[in-house]
């Protein structure tokens, strides 16, 4: 039967990553869901980004786990753990979409580079939409809707970066891209967003973007 976290420390050892992981490697692989488990939501937000399939998703999310666990030892703590896991399910999941040859949904706007503009229909600062306002199902609709009208670039990056909270660091690591890149992606996605939403919305919200647990639209 797996330790448990309370175990782990009755044992005398202190329950962090390095000590998980270290102890995996020394042959505990009983261990490994308990090193994983915190991030299970990630990873499979990570792939749905990319596949826009649940299923597809939850079985890009599985064999990604299963990757990591295979290649634990390969894990050189140059980024956090999280990251390194994240990153194998964006690869495994971008392998998948290019085996499938997905068709992929028209996006809001055609960019020919990084370089490219998308110029919003105003000014105004990005605003949350409020908490109660998440809650009703249709909205939560509505911003999934608005979330596949993105291009592929823009989805990832708001979706690891706002969504699951990813650090922008971490966010550029896990998608193999530069922080400028994240920032850059990341702005030009809320404005879509918000151009997308509003309308719907009212135009206006009242607070910073945050995604609150389980406030997420799948």
Known sequence: MPETTASLENAGEPWNEEALIRRIREGEHELFYELIR????????????ILRNEADAEDAAQEAVLKAFK?????RAEARFSTWLI??????????RRKQQAVVMEPMVKEQDEDGHYTPRDFADW???????????????????????LGQKYREVFILRDMQQLSIEDTAKALGISVPSVKTRLLRARLMLRDL????????WSKALSFAKGSKPW
């Not at 990153?87 to 998948?96: G, L, P, S």
């Open 71 to 75: 290649h634990i030892r390969q894990f």
């Open 197 to 204: 939403l509003a309308p719907g919305l009212g135009g206006s």
């Open 127 to 149: 605003r949350e939409i409020p908490s109660e306002t998440l809650e009703r199902a249709e909205v939560r609709q509505k911003l999934a809707e608005a979330l596949n009208s």
């Open 38 to 49: 915190p991030y299970e939501r990630r990873v499979y937000a990570a792939a749905l980004a």
């Open 87 to 96: 990153q194998i399910a964006v690869n495994e999941a971008r392998m998948r």
